[in-house]
């Protein structure tokens, strides 16, 4: 029987979900995406975990999609298009998934992530990198523009550093990548599974239900006008200070004592 494609080990409320294909560099084929769009599906529901850590086997984080196996979808003139939006769709909903998630999902990168990879990177909430990490979306060299990437890529990034990656395809260090703010933390080599779960462990132990009106209300605003989000997480934070978790937390606040 062959591994499986992606790992999930859970401890203490953060559940690690670790990308299994280290000989392919961890590519996104059709079945490890669906294997994520399966997982973050069941994390949705999961009150257990309260924050997600993504990592990799092996040396590479993601080295993007699977061009072998999108090269033989090509091969299937009659099926071809449709094969690669059925495979883009796919791409684009698991992407969308993890800011969707109610928990925190946080990067932990080693070596590279590329194309895809970079463009998973992007969409989770924090990352951290070992100093050894590489950033790129490099299809522009292959005739392949990477325009799915582009998407979660200028959302983190200013619009000419997300257009000097996207025609340059240029490799970022990880610490370039932190000054361009597509990651928050560069941590020693081989350091960056740990140091993110401990991130996620700090995370977990706040208020579950805070962290996750907190979460949602961040990607809302962000599509708002200036007077709506206003409005917007006007309304949320008067939603959260009825709720229990602000009663308790303030009132221990107020007391000098350490909140639940």
Do not use: W
């Amino acid at each position: 029987m062959s591994d499986p494609l992606l790992l999930r080990n859970d401890r203490d409320g953060v559940a690690t979900l670790t990308l299994n294909r280290p000989r392919a560099r961890n590519a996104l084929s059709h079945a490890l995406l669906t294997a994520l769009s399966e997982e973050f599906a069941r994390l949705s529901r999961d009150e257990s975990v309260r924050a997600v850590v993504l990592a990799a086997e092996g040396p590479a984080f993601c080295a993007g999609h699977d061009l072998k196996e999108m090269t033989a979808y090509r091969a299937e003139a009659d099926r071809g298009a449709e094969r690669f939006k059925a495979l883009f769709d796919l791409c684009s909903s698991v992407m969308m998934a993890v800011p969707a998630l109610p928990q925190p999902v946080i990067a932990a990168v080693e070596g590279i992530a590329t194309a895809a990879g970079c463009q998973l990177v992007a969409s989770c909430d924090l990352a951290v990198a070992g100093e050894d990490a590489r950033f790129a979306t490099p299809g522009v060299q292959i005739g392949l523009f990477c325009s799915t990437p582009m998407v979660a890529l200028s959302r983190n990034l200013s619009r000419k550093a997300a257009m000097a990656m996207l025609l340059t395809a240029e490799m970022a260090e990880a610490e370039e990548a932190k000054a361009l703010g597509l990651v928050n933390r560069v941590v020693p080599a081989g350091t960056a599974l740990s140091a993110a779960q401990d991130l996620a462990a700090g995370i977990a132990a706040r208020s579950a239900y805070t962290v996750r009106v907190g979460k949602r209300a961040f990607y809302e605003q962000l599509e708002m006008p200036l007077a709506d989000a206003y409005a917007h997480a006007g309304r949320v934070m008067t939603e959260n200070m009825l709720a229990r978790a602000a009663e308790d937390g303030i009132a221990a606040f107020l007391d000098r004592k350490a909140a639940r």
